[in-house]
């Protein structure tokens, strides 16, 4: 069965994602943890996650993705902006085990202007202080487009990264089909040469989750803007490619496109009736 879900807003809750995620086809979701430009998270109501793990249970919904604010940067110079990520990531993680089981995507950082090795440094010192070994949260690192001075638009970065985390056990990937293909990775012409690359690079079994964008700019075009599937320089046959592909077709996927609630129906509809596994 294709696992397939998208971005949901949090604002009325677990129960209230299930639920909507129910009646656009979903069986999985993702969501922001707080609002994504930062700030307090809503405190956790226990009444409405045990109400959400029950109706998940009998509704097939799994493998839920929370997105860590994006304007979070593990890799600032300042100090005050890596601690603050530091604590957000931190609490994060902390809510998602009233979830057991979760991910918690995040976006690797930006060294702005320290460079690349610095910038991996930061994100690996502020990655060791927050993983505990008996988390159950399994942290994602985002594959980036590489704009600007982003970390994470290459596998070898993300590989660097994870290899100097201690334990690395709790760590994986999100690929974004719109970012990689953004960032120099060609998956439109030649997806088994960037899958097999994957592997190589940092292991297959390391990926945990898929975002599938359409991407509204060129390859290589380093922009970061998603397209509604098919609507983009992808196109609708690339994700049929994506999910029905050996190596992914048992991941969960999860759409980021600008889209309104009857967009994602449609488009995870589209998906399913491309699913031939
Ligand atoms: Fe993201
Ligand atoms: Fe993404
Ligand atoms: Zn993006």
Same mark, same amino acid.
């Given at each position: 069965m294709l696992r397939i879900g998208?971005?949901?807003?949090?604002? *009325?809750?677990?129960?209230?994602?299930?639920?909507?995620?129910?009646? &656009? @086809?979903?069986?999985?979701?993702?969501?922001?943890?707080?609002?994504?430009? @930062?700030?307090?998270?809503?405190? !956790?109501?226990?009444?409405?996650?045990? #109400?959400?793990?029950? /109706?998940?249970?009998?509704?097939? &919904?799994?493998?839920?993705?929370?997105?860590?604010? /994006?304007?979070?940067?593990? #890799?600032?110079?300042?100090?005050? &902006?890596?601690?603050?990520?530091?604590?957000?990531?931190?609490?994060?993680?902390?809510?998602?085990?009233?979830?057991?089981?979760?991910m918690y995507n995040f976006h690797p950082g930006s060294h702005v202007g320290q460079g690349t090795d610095v910038g991996i440094t930061l994100i690996v010192e502020l990655l060791n202080e927050i993983i505990t070994p008996e988390q159950t949260t399994t942290i994602l690192l985002e594959t980036m487009a590489g704009k600007g001075s982003e970390i994470g638009g290459k596998f070898e970065e993300i590989?660097? &990264?994870?290899?100097?985390? *201690? /334990?690395?056990d709790k760590l994986g990937v999100c690929l974004d089909t719109c970012h990689v293909f953004d960032g120099g990775y060609d998956i439109k012409e030649n997806l088994d040469g960037v899958i097999s690359e994957f592997d190589k690079v940092l292991g297959i079994e390391k990926l945990c989750a898929v975002h599938l964008n359409d991407s509204l700019h060129g390859y290589e075009s380093h922009k970061d803007r998603h397209a509604k599937i098919g609507e983009g320089h992808l196109g609708t046959a690339l994700f049929a490619e994506v999910i029905n592909h050996p190596? !992914?077709?048992?991941?969960?996927?999860?759409?980021?496109?600008?889209?309104?609630?009857? @967009?994602?129906?449609?488009?995870?509809? !589209? !998906?399913?009736?491309? /699913?031939?596994?």
């Open positions: 998208c971005h949901l807003s949090s604002s *009325k809750g677990y129960l209230a994602m299930g639920k909507t995620a129910k009646s &656009i @086809g979903a069986n999985t979701f993702q969501f922001f943890t707080r609002n994504p430009r @930062g700030g307090a998270a809503k405190p !956790l109501d226990p009444e409405d996650i045990s #109400a959400f793990l029950e /109706y998940s249970k009998e509704n097939d &919904i799994s493998q839920i993705l929370a997105h860590a604010p /994006y304007t979070l940067n593990a #890799a600032s110079k300042d100090n005050k &902006i890596r601690e603050f990520a530091l604590m957000t990531m931190r609490d994060d993680i902390q809510r998602l085990e009233h979830t057991p089981g979760s590989y660097e &990264i994870m290899s100097r985390v *201690k /334990y690395s190596k !992914l077709s048992t991941l969960p996927f999860y759409l980021e496109t600008p889209n309104e609630l009857d @967009g994602y129906r449609q488009e995870i509809e !589209l !998906l399913k009736s491309l /699913y031939t596994k």
